[in-house]
């Protein structure tokens, strides 16, 4: 089935250290997002990629980054995590950011900062 | 700009009883509305979505939702709750002309007593 994947589940890493999550979808969408949500609150979007156009949220702090190398794949990098970046992040897609067609999303990579 | 605010953070009832998830917004045009479920340690998925037409929406699991303009409300219901109900839920708020960008609510979380 056509799928939105994230890897890992669950990360574990350092105050400081930086970490990489994935995402990979099968439904050729051509708009991929990223969410952070906190425990008990509302996911909050952190950025987007329409094909290769990244679109940062105005709050979203500059030690979270993305990249887009294909269609199929996006990442989400933290340079320098905080006990206050521990979340989970969601990632999701659209065919195209006009549509109403809502936003299919993956498991969630739950991140953990010792 | 547009805001979703979900009255009650936590809902509890019993199990065959009616689930009512109350969710008013703003948009300072035509909204698209959404109802999303979230498990524990799982993404989002999509219940019911609202865009134009017949303002009663009838989603998966047996839920709808009707869109009451004069109210500024999208209030979620299940007849007769299920203990496979307990989850948190999440009302959303999108419109064309912004990105397809989902504002979500703070969220209800549902518990449901056998």
């Known amino acids: 089935d056509a799928m939105v994947i994230q890897n890992p589940r669950y990360q574990v890493t350092q105050f400081g250290k930086p970490v990489t999550l994935s995402c990979s979808q099968t439904?050729?969408?051509?708009?991929m997002y990223w969410y952070q949500q906190k425990s008990s609150q509302a996911p909050k979007l952190l950025f987007h990629y329409y094909d290769k156009d990244f679109n940062n949220e105005a709050d979203t702090p500059d030690n979270f980054q993305s990249r887009r190398p294909n269609t199929s794949f996006c990442f989400l990098d933290i340079r320098s995590p905080g006990l206050g970046d521990a979340a989970m992040y969601l990632c999701a897609t659209s065919r195209y950011p006009t549509d109403v067609a809502p936003q299919h999303f993956g498991d969630g990579t739950r991140l953990s900062i010792l | 700009a547009q805001s979703v605010t979900q009255l009650g953070s936590h809902v509890s009832v019993s199990e065959g009883a009616l689930v009512l998830l109350r969710c008013n917004y703003s948009?300072?045009?035509?909204?698209?509305l959404f109802w999303y479920v979230q498990y524990p340690n799982q993404g989002l998925q999509l219940l019911l979505k609202y865009t134009t037409g017949a303002t009663l929406v009838k989603g998966i699991n047996g839920f709808e939702a009707e869109f009451k303009k004069s109210e500024t409300s999208f209030h979620l219901t299940k007849p007769s709750a299920h203990m496979s109900d307990a989850a948190e839920y999440f009302c959303a708020v999108s419109a064309l002309g912004a990105g397809n960008k989902l504002t979500f609510g703070g969220g209800t979380r549902v518990l449901v007593k056998p």
């Open positions: 948009s300072s045009v035509p909204p698209y």
């Open positions: 439904l050729n969408h051509n708009v």
